[in-house]
């Protein structure tokens, strides 16, 4: 008997007996196998070489658990790598912790352990260890997961919002807000067509051409929660410095432009899962922006601002028609559960 003759899970599956050992066996085990994984103890033992260690935590609690071009556990994988490599770590290993809802269907579990396998083979990190508990109907939304991610730092590699100097560019990725309408859209079922896509996706090998590229680079961020908006009023904050934003230079794909008209959103603070932002230096921003156009995951990169001396603190965007409009950061929750 496996886990695939029960069509639901059931709260003796996070007893710690047999049940337990099933689904760790038939569901976890086939796509997160690794040696450090195999053991099954009660923490792993990972090689490392370094001399300085990255550590990151996130939880994910989005809904719907699918949507357009991905799922919640590519997004915990995916949100986890991210992090590890915005702060110029190589992602290294991931722990996995599963809140699982009694009576959540075994098939929609495999097709997420199985995007998770996908996404970190492709971010080339290993899930090493986990834990899974069952707890009864009602008691979560369907499941919740918690990462936890490991990565080395070359010991001469130092990005800090407190290296930021007037005269800084500021570069994005990618088109803006791709992930939280593709979310809202699903959530509310709207007919958007075409169809949004989340962005989802480990940028890992992305930031490091960037690094090659810009070995002056000050500091990166992946701007999930609060939108673009928010994590340059952050860096603005942090250094005493001002940004100054180029509206016309800000890249949207047009059918979340339209969508965002639609429903009233400023894409500027609605999340994205596969882009990142960057303070480069001024004359290493032609070098960062061509190493990100020749990467599939910055085809659509931009340079779209950058730190100055005016409004210390503040956020400002250049509009097409000469005048200056203040970016705030985002206030209350504009898109809930996007993570």
């Known amino acids: 008997m496996t886990i695939k003759d029960n069509d639901k899970i059931l709260l003796a599956h996070g007893s710690g007996g047999r049940l337990y050992h099933q689904l760790v066996e038939d569901v976890f085990l ?25 550590m990151t935590t996130d939880s994910f609690v989005v809904q719907p658990l699918f949507f357009p071009g ?50 970190a083979a492709q971010a080339g990190v290993m899930i090493v260890t986990g834990d899974t508990k069952v707890v009864g109907a009602g008691q979560c939304d369907g499941i919740y997961i ?30 803006l807000a791709d992930h939280g309408i593709a979310v809202m859209a699903a959530r509310e079922n709207l007919a958007l067509d ?25 500091v990166m961020r992946d ?20 940004i100054l934003l180029n509206e016309e230079a800000i890249p949207v794909a047009p059918e979340v432009a339209s969508a965002c008209e639609l429903l009233g959103l400023d894409p500027l603070y609605v999340a994205n899962e596969g882009k990142l932002l960057a303070v480069v230096p001024k004359e290493e921003s032609e070098a960062a922006l061509k190493a990100l156009l020749a990467h599939p995951l910055g085809k659509n990169a931009a340079i779209i601002g ?15 028609y000469g005048g200056l409009r203040m970016v705030d950061m985002l206030t209350g929750e504009q898109l809930p559960r996007i993570c």
């Open 30 to 54: 086939p796509h997160f196998q690794n040696p450090m994984l195999a053991d099954l103890g009660d923490s792993a033992i990972c090689p490392f070489v370094g001399d300085k260690l990255a």
């Open 194 to 218: 075409p169809p949004i896509k989340s962005d989802a996706a480990p940028l890992n090998t992305l930031a490091e051409a960037l690094l090659l590229a810009a070995p002056g680079i000050k």
């Open 306 to 320: 950058s730190m100055t001396g005016e409004h210390s603190g503040k956020v400002y965007l250049s509009t097409p």
């Open 70 to 119: 991905g799922n919640i556990g590519e997004l915990a994988v995916c949100g986890t790598v991210n992090d590890l490599a915005m702060s110029g770590a190589r992602p290294l290993y991931l722990s996995v912790g599963m809140i699982i809802e009694a009576g959540f269907a075994v098939s929609d579990l495999l097709r997420i352990v199985s995007a998770m396998a996908e996404k």
């Open 146 to 175: 918690n990462t936890a991610g490991v990565g080395v730092v070359e010991p001469d590699r130092d990005l800090s919002k407190r290296k930021m100097q007037v005269g800084d560019m500021i570069i994005v990725s990618g088109t």
């Open 223 to 242: 701007p999930t929660r609060g939108g673009v908006a928010t994590t340059l009023n952050e860096w603005a904050q942090g250094s005493d410095l001002g």
